[in-house]
């Protein structure tokens, strides 16, 4: 186990899945949330499979980052469900999801205590090394027994993708990782994001960063308020959107909806 | 009569002249009111963090019963230790009463609740800053509270200082139940307070200050130890 | 490492803990008896003078708990006490009746005495008749500070006003305020407010605090101040240390005990007479 564990990490190819539960594909169903009487999803229906890396892109206020957390479990939705394989999410389903939010949520602890904490059943040794050899995959051994919270932003971040990826996940959110980097950390967490995806993980990816998806994006979730307005190939989508919204998003125009057919 | 320069005259007198009973009196103030702290850390901490963790039917009114028995009468706290300790009380077959020990147990249920009460406040504010993290990772209650509980160790240290405040300078519960015995349960707050029975301001005056003076160097050597540890932890 | 310093802190709040409660049972170890008392035993000075003398012939170390004579047989009632020493010759008595107390013996005695302001607002300085004295207060509304805690002291003076025919209940608060509080408190109280207290002369002579008071009445019969001992009822309280308590009562009452009090001076001024019925025999004889 740490030793795919360890070759995920650095990049070595795609793992084999061996005892673990069929998470593909993750069908959202009908999701709909309601916060004080407005609707912040409506009737949101989406599949997901395993291979592509999925970018869910729209205009703030969108239910982007709510539409990641109801499929991660922390919201739970008024309405619909989300099934993985066919299956509606339980302990073991849950376990093999990571999360990366927006602004790192890290511990008050060294780097490498971080990465640790997310390390169970291994004696300490063991949990020690398997950290530090996560932490070199980051890029961030030098800093390995600094306080996390005073990394620079893009280390912060670095390290909160590499504790994600420490658990191991099947299915990799991430919530607008790169919002508040610069373009050198932007691109070395992107990098992180495609190894994690080169060693098998799903990566579900919120930005509203266009030349970001572009960069990553094998298909596209289109969202615009709460709605579901596409879910179309990487491709296509960059040359010829299929929805309104998608197409105002692209060329950077304020979306109104249903103002389409007077310009 | 009673002039300050003459009361710091007399208490560093008072100090330097290495009088062993100032000295018993002294040790068994702090003996009773650290290990009082002590206990009600072991009980407060994890209490804060779990009123600040879980969700539960009536967990505000039991958060509003915390911060009120934060001002617990020190007075009222030593008669319910009274009475319990007491021979015809339910445990006085422990013989307890008029011992360090019931000073030491009265003194924890006065500051369990402000110990308590600040540590749920402030593992409040720092759970707020995780609870994301902890719900992706399906962490359960038992798990969060000992991680904010260590996270949080360098701002917990206030109300464990809190609590020393609290103890050491109360005088209404130890003297219940402890009888203010010279030699056994005699502390400096029951000292003080003897003095001033018998008119001695002066003296009276004079402990009161060292044992301000007390109060200060353990705080100040907590804060640093806090720090330097701080900084170690992150060498 | 982190693992390290917390295994580290939870050994030392451990051996904190234990070394605390054994530090409490070790001193449990020594023979030793509680004694309830009054704050005015305590507060002159004479059981710091005497008890060296007991516990040296004896190894027996005596724990006074100082309260006032009403608390001091209430906490003996609960049996929280071996033998109580005090000075309310009634209310002894009726806790010897009520079963609580074995058998009361005097043990000593001293006087009380008026302490006033100097100023003396009731002009009654250098009287003999207390009577008279509290009579003249009252009627001049001047200050009183009464203890008001159900003490010997608040017992003997509600008793000292009886005579007078003057309502102290409904004069409190106006002139007659009552503290609620020990001898010496009281005293401060008297001081600080200009007021007449009534005071055992033993607390009197060891207080510091005086202020602008001074004794304005004593000598008066009616002054007198008896103290009794008793042993608490083993038969209600089999924890009762019988032998160490008795032996203290024994001491007490004899002619090392009886001789010792004598010795205790303040200023050269004697402060308690001895009168236990055992001396009262050896003078006579």
């Known amino acids: 186990m740490l030793d795919a564990l360890d070759q995920g990490r650095q990049g070595g190819g795609t793992r084999a899945r061996v005892g673990r539960p069929p998470m593909f594909p993750v069908e959202a169903q009908g999701i709909t949330v309601r916060s004080d009487g407005r609707l912040l999803l409506d009737d949101v229906s989406l599949a997901l499979t395993h291979g592509p890396r999925t970018v869910v892109m729209g205009p703030n206020g969108a239910g982007k980052s709510l539409l990641l957390r109801v499929l991660h479990g922390l919201v739970a939705p008024d309405a619909g469900t989300v099934n993985f394989a066919g299956r509606a999410a339980d302990a073991a389903v849950v376990r093999r999801q990571a999360m990366v939010f927006q602004k790192p949520t890290l511990l008050r602890r060294s780097a490498r205590a971080n990465i640790k904490y997310v390390l169970g059943g291994l004696d300490r040794a063991a949990r020690t090394a398997a950290a530090d050899s996560i932490l070199a995959a980051a890029r961030l051994s030098h800093v390995a027994d600094s306080p996390a919270r005073r990394l620079s932003g893009g280390e912060q971040q670095r390290l909160a993708i590499a504790r994600a990826l420490a658990l191991d996940p099947d299915i990799l959110l991430l919530d607008e990782p790169c919002a508040n980097l610069d373009p050198a950390s932007t691109l070395a967490v992107e990098e992180m994001i495609d190894s994690a995806r080169d060693g098998g993980a799903k990566i579900v990816l919120v930005t509203h960063d266009i030349g970001q998806a572009r960069r990553l994006a094998d298909d596209v979730v289109f969202l615009s308020g709460g709605r579901l307005a596409e879910h179309t190939p990487a491709d296509r989508f960059f040359a010829a959107p299929c929805s309104a919204a998608a197409a105002d998003f692209l060329a950077g125009r304020i979306h109104i909806p249903g103002g389409h057919d007077r310009r | ?235 | 490492m982190q693992s390290y310093s917390r295994t580290a802190a939870a050994t030392a709040i451990l051996s904190l803990a234990i070394g605390a409660i054994g530090a409490t049972a070790v001193r449990a170890q020594e023979p030793f008896i509680v004694v309830q008392s009054t704050t005015s035993t305590e507060q002159s000075g004479l059981f710091k003078h005497i008890l060296p003398m007991f516990k040296q012939k004896t190894g027996i170390d005596v724990r006074v708990v100082a309260v006032g004579t009403g608390q001091a047989l209430k906490n003996a009632e609960r049996g929280d006490g071996d033998v109580v020493l005090v000075h309310a010759k009634a209310a002894e008595e009726k806790f010897v009746a009520d079963g609580f107390g074995v058998k009361r013996l005097e043990v000593m005695y001293n006087d009380f005495v008026l302490v006033g302001p100097a100023s003396d607002p009731a002009s009654i300085d250098g009287g003999k008749d207390i009577t008279a004295a509290l009579t003249k207060i009252a009627g001049a509304k001047a200050p009183f500070a009464s203890r008001g805690d159900d003490s010997g002291t608040h017992k003997a003076e509600l008793d000292l006003w009886k005579p007078t025919g003057v309502d102290v209940k409904a004069a409190s608060g106006d002139w007659y305020r009552s503290t609620g509080s020990g001898m010496g408190p009281t005293l401060n109280a008297a001081a600080g407010m200009g007021a007449y207290a009534l005071a055992d002369r033993g607390t009197w002579l060891a207080f510091k605090n005086r202020g602008p008071l001074k004794i304005v009445v004593e000598g008066d019969r009616k002054l007198f101040n008896q103290y009794g001992v008793m042993l608490v009822n083993p038969a209600r309280h089999p924890h009762v240390k019988v032998k160490e308590g008795q032996a203290f009562i024994d001491w007490l009452t004899g002619p090392e005990g009886q001789s010792a009090i004598r010795s205790m001076k303040i200023e050269g001024e004697q402060l308690f007479f001895p009168n236990a019925p055992v001396a009262d025999l050896k003078k006579a004889g």
């Not at chain 2, 100032?22 to 009082?36: E, G, K, N, Q």
């Not at chain 2, 013989?95 to 600040?118: D, R």
């Not at chain 2, 200082?161 to 609290?166: E, P, Q, T």
């Not at chain 2, 307070?193 to 002066?202: H, R």
């Open chain 2, 1 to 235: 009569m009673v002039d300050l320069g003459s009361i710091i005259g007399l208490a560093l007198g008072l100090v330097a002249s290495g009088d062993t009973e100032l000295y018993a009196i002294i040790l068994l103030s702090l003996r009773v009111t650290l290990t009082a702290v002590l206990i009600g850390c072991l009980i407060g901490l994890p209490l804060g963090a779990a009123l600040a963790v879980l969700r539960f039917p009536g967990r505000g009114a039991a958060v509003a019963v915390l911060n009120s028995f934060m001002g617990l009468p020190p007075v009222v706290v030593g008669l319910v230790v009274y009475l319990m300790l007491s021979r015809s009380g339910p445990l006085g077959v422990l013989g307890l009463l008029y011992t360090p020990t019931a000073m030491i147990v009265a003194q924890a249920i006065l500051v369990t609740p402000l110990i308590a009460a600040l540590a749920r406040q402030s593992i409040a504010d720092l759970h707020g800053e995780y609870d994301e993290l902890f719900r992706s990772l399906r962490l359960g209650p038992a798990r969060q509270i000992a991680t904010l509980l260590w996270d949080g160790r360098y701002s917990l240290t206030t109300a464990a200082l809190a609590g020393f405040g609290r103890a050491i300078a109360e005088v209404g519960a130890v003297i219940i139940v402890g009888g203010n015995i010279e030699h056994v349960t005699r502390v400096m707050t029951t000292t003080i307070a003897l003095e001033t029975s018998k008119g001695d301001l002066p003296l009276a005056l004079a402990l009161g200050m060292i044992l301000v003076a007390i109060s200060i160097g353990v705080n100040a050597m907590v804060l640093s130890l806090n720090r330097t540890a701080q900084r170690l932890a992150h060498a």
